[in-house]
């Protein structure tokens, strides 16, 4: 196919919500719509300190928040412009619940797409939040036609810093005290990687 059609397509494609998304499944985990069986695991973590403490909400988390952003979830599909979609993280084998991906395409250029995670406390440190990340790069940039992925965190997340720079995240900022949260000036750093670098790195 000529560069240009391909480009044409890839654009395309981009702008249109994955309505027929069911799963994305590594040797371990699964990246699946969320449930409203999900809903007392997905309070519990979120309700953790330690879980919220680099996040936008407060713990404890309210159950009742919790129902309507699964019901959203249920009502949404991944890759709408402008939209935030959480992909619940399960394990393949029990099916349990241990975290969640998010990702928003640019309302305005849906080739460009922001992520982030949270993993529960208790599932934390065994890479599940690593092999989870290159797998929902892998469906953004190659079924999905993304060309540039970005995220950011604070500096003091370390283990989230592992994350990102183990999946070949570039950091290309530091932004001094750019966001006000839980009463306090906080820094972000801004990680990106591209298509051809993803796509030069990944088999």
């Known amino acids: 196919m000529p560069t240009a059609k391909r480009g044409r397509r890839q654009r395309s494609e ?8 069911t799963d994305l499944v590594t040797a371990r985990l699964r990246l699946r719509r969320f449930q409203l069986g999900d809903l007392d695991a997905f309070v519990a973590y979120r309700s953790s300190a330690e879980v919220a403490r ?10 009742a928040g919790g129902e309507q952003l699964i019901r959203e979830m249920t009502a949404q599909s991944p890759d709408t412009a402008g939209e935030w979609f959480q992909f619940a993280l399960v394990l393949r084998v029990t099916g349990e619940l241990i ?16 992520i982030g ?11 599940y939040a690593t092999e989870a990340g290159y797998r ?5 940039f190659r ?5 540039r ?20 995240m570039r950091r290309e900022g530091h932004l001094r005290e750019s966001t006000w949260a839980k ?21």
């Open 54 to 63: 680099y996040q936008s909400w407060d713990a404890p988390y309210p159950r």
């Open 99 to 114: 975290g969640d991906y998010a990702a928003r395409p640019g309302a305005d250029d849906p080739l460009q797409t922001e």
């Open 117 to 127: 995670f949270t993993i529960a406390p208790a599932h934390q440190g065994r890479g």
């Open 136 to 140: 929902l790069l892998d469906y953004l």
């Open 14 to 21: 981009a702008m249109m919500p994955d309505e027929g998304f």
């Open 143 to 147: 079924a999905r036609g993304k060309h």
């Open 149 to 168: 992925v970005t995220a950011s965190c604070d500096p003091r997340n370390v283990a989230s810093i592992g994350v990102l720079e183990h999946l070949g």
């Open 183 to 203: 009463a306090e000036w906080t820094d972000d750093l801004l990680y990106a990687v591209l298509d051809r670098e993803w796509l030069s790195a990944s088999p």
